[in-house]
Structure formats: C-alpha cells, structure tokens
C-alpha cells in the first residue's frame, strides 16, 4: 500500500451500462468499493482501488461509467471514460452474452490505436449461455477472451489473474532494480562470489553480472570478493558497507562473518523480488516445518545444465530440506519452461529464474496459490533452512510477522 498510484499498474474497466463492471471489480477486490444495481449508469464517476493484486503486485483499478450512458449526464461521463485510456496500461472491456457492438468496438479500436492490450470478459453467463456466433465474433476481435459470471463463478479471480498476467507490460513485468534502489549512490556493496564447482571458468554466472552492473548504473561503489577474503575486505574499509549480497551456497560463512548491524541477503533472494513475489517466496518457505515422511518436494530449474555433484538444485537444497526436517522427502526435480501437475508436491522450490522472464514465474505462483500448493525459492528455502531468513529480508523492510 506505500506504493505510489504512479508506480502502480492501471487496469481500466470499460463497458456498457448494467454489464457488471462494478461486480466484477468487487469481486476481484473483495470488497464493496462500486455501488452495485440493476439500474444502468449507476457509475456515475470513475472509481479508483489500489491494491496489491498478488503476484501481480501493486496495481490501480479504474471502474468507469458505461460507454453507451444515455442519462442527462451521459456526454461528460463517456468524455471522462475515454480519457481514462490516457492512465490505462491494460484494459478490460466487459460486456455480457449479447456481445459486443459499435460501442464495445470503437473502443477497441482506441485500445489498438495506443497500443493498450486488452481483455475481453463476457459476463453474466449464468444468466443466459453465450452463443457460438457471438463468442466467434468477439474471437476475431481479441485473441484475450475470458468467459465468466461475476456472480457465480467461484474461480473468476484465479481466471482473472491468469488472463492479466498475459498481458503485462514489459517495463512492470521486468523491474528495472535489481540492487541498486536498496542502497544511497556512493554507497559501498560487497558481493560474496565463490569460486567453486559451480562458478563457470573465467567468468561469473548471470545473476551476480546483472546485479553488479545495476549497482554501475545506480552510482554505487563495488567490491567483489570470494568469501575466504571476506573478512579482509570488511576491515580495510573505512566504513561498513551498506549492504553485503552472497551466493547463497555460502550464506551460513558469510553471516557468521558479517555484523548483524549490516545488512545482508543473497543474489536468489534479490532475484526473488526482480523475477517473482518475494513475500509469497517468503510465506511459502514455512511449509518446510510441515513437510512429513514421504512428502514430495519439486525444485524447478529454469534452465537446462549439466548437474555437477555438488548441484545446488539436486544436491545442496535437498540435502539442507533433510537436515531441516529431519523426514524422509521425495524431491523431484524439472528443467526447462516445462510445469507439470503440482497436485502431488507438498511444497514447490523456484530457482532464482535468471534465465526466465518474471510473467513466467508470476504464472507458476498463481497456480500454486489456486491449489494451495506452498511455492519458494533457492535463496530463500536455503537461508530459511539456516535459520538466517528474517535477517536476510531485513533490508526490503519486510514484517518479521511474515515468519
């Protein structure tokens, strides 16, 4: 909620009157925010809501009057609906089962003109079917269609989110920070890489690249160093930094090293938050104290690589889940942008997605969260196992209460 309305998302509602505009952005808000009636042009005004529509994130909903109002008011309301599409990063254009006409398409034709991408939601179905031909009409007209009831449907939240997650835009899907909105300019970073069997030969794998180059671009001073040379770059400076970011394979090492009074995380948290929802990742590593004999886990790899014998993915965390749980788990592990059935898994372990886009990994989480199926990632399920997890979220001011 301390997001700023500018920073947030804009979702534009539009339709005609008595569609159900405002039932279905009470529905998804779960609250009473628009007057509800079967009286058309009941929005009279453009209605906002901010919230965090999780794992969208932080968005801004714009109910509007409905774009055939033909009450003494009607020519201002429509003129103020039309200007909303100047706020609007996605539209929903919301029409029931007679389908859609000059209205409904002038409007698209306006979406299209700046470039808006936009959903189409055929409501209250449950009232009458929706036709074949009408339903074809609209295929030609938008390739993103949900059909629904605002009043009945009990999965039209899960549908929505699904249908959104489609179309977000590239600038709010892929945050620009990774690092450098957590810290002032000049202010001192270490990064703690070590060079082990993971790290490739004479270079640094992609996330600690991007990390440090967000750090560049953010007017940051840098320090690298390998974990065995940790302790000497902290005392050679004449002030703590301002954070120090680890692999996580060495977070126990480096927390012992580092004062509690530094901040400290690990690159997978910080590509938890960039790629994911870092409070889900977080909620969803506490299952682990719930894991049981038999108890099947999956880790997902989001790219493909020859497994070494000490693989993070295969070897360490399985091994840290055993020593935590002290249970007998089956771990099963899948590469690639394949996403089976999680039906079977008590818990999903998500890598840092480095080689993956953030709408990829928001639609994994919003299949977990649809069947209840707790979902974490590779830093955070590994500083939880150590028990160093609140400190290590100390510096993205989360509530300890979240653990």
């Given amino acids: ?105 002038t409007l698209i034709d306006r979406f299209k003109e700046l470039n808006i991408p936009f959903i189409i939601l055929v409501n209250k179905t449950d009232v009458k079917p929706l036709n074949n031909e009408v339903l074809a009409h609209i295929k030609t007209l938008c390739a993103n269609i949900l059909v629904t009831s605002a009043a009945s449907d009990k999965d039209l939240v899960f549908k929505f989110k ?3 997650v489609k179309l977000l835009p590239d600038d709010f899907v ?37 990390a440090l180059r967000d750090l560049l671009d953010s007017n940051c001073l840098s320090l690298v160093v390998k974990e065995t040379e940790l302790q000497e770059a902290l005392d050679s400076l004449k002030t703590p930094p301002s954070l120090v970011v680890t692999d996580s394979q060495a977070f126990k090492q480096v ?81 690639g942008h394949d996403f089976p059935d999680i039906t079977p898994y008590k818990l999903v372990i998500h890598c840092g997605a480095c080689m993956t886009n953030r709408r990829e990994v928001l639609s994994r989480i919003l299949i977990a969260n649809q069947k209840g199926i707790p979902i974490s990632n590779y830093g955070i399920v590994i500083s939880y196992c150590l028990g160093i997890l609140p400190r290590a979220m100390r510096i993205f001011n989360q509530d300890d209460n979240i653990f």
């Fill in 255 to 335: 927390a012992e090293i580092v004062p509690d009074e530094i901040p400290l995380t690990s690159f997978s948290i910080l590509f938890a938050r960039l790629k994911g929802d870092l409070q889900a990742f977080a909620k969803g590593a506490q299952a682990i104290d719930t894991l049981q004999d038999g108890d099947k886990v999956l880790i997902l790899e989001s790219c493909t690589h020859h497994a070494i014998d000490d693989d993070i993915g295969r070897v360490k965390i399985p091994r840290l889940l055993k020593a935590k749980t002290g249970k007998n788990l089956i771990i099963d592990n899948i590469s």
């Fill in 162 to 164: 699904e249908t959104l």
């Fill in 1 to 105: 909620m301390k997001t700023l309305k500018s920073m947030r998302l804009h979702i534009g509602i539009f339709g005609k009157t008595n569609v159900g505009k405002s039932s279905l952005l009470n529905r998804i808000t779960n609250q009473e925010i628009s007057i509800v009636s079967d009286i058309a042009g009941t929005t009279t005004d453009v209605v906002e809501k901010s919230m965090e529509l999780l794992p969208v994130g932080a968005v801004n909903f714009l109910d509007t009057a409905g774009i055939n109002d033909v009450t003494a008011l009607s020519e201002k309301r429509i003129e103020k609906t039309m200007k909303i599409l100047n706020r609007v990063d996605i539209g929903v254009i919301v029409c029931d089962y007679n389908g859609v006409d000059e209205y409904e398409i």
């Fill in 174 to 210: 892929n945050s620009p920070k990774i690092v450098g909105d957590l810290v002032e300019p000049k202010s001192t970073v270490i990064f703690v890489i070590p060079i082990d069997k993971e790290a490739p030969k004479g270079r640094i794998i992609l996330p600690q690249v991007q």
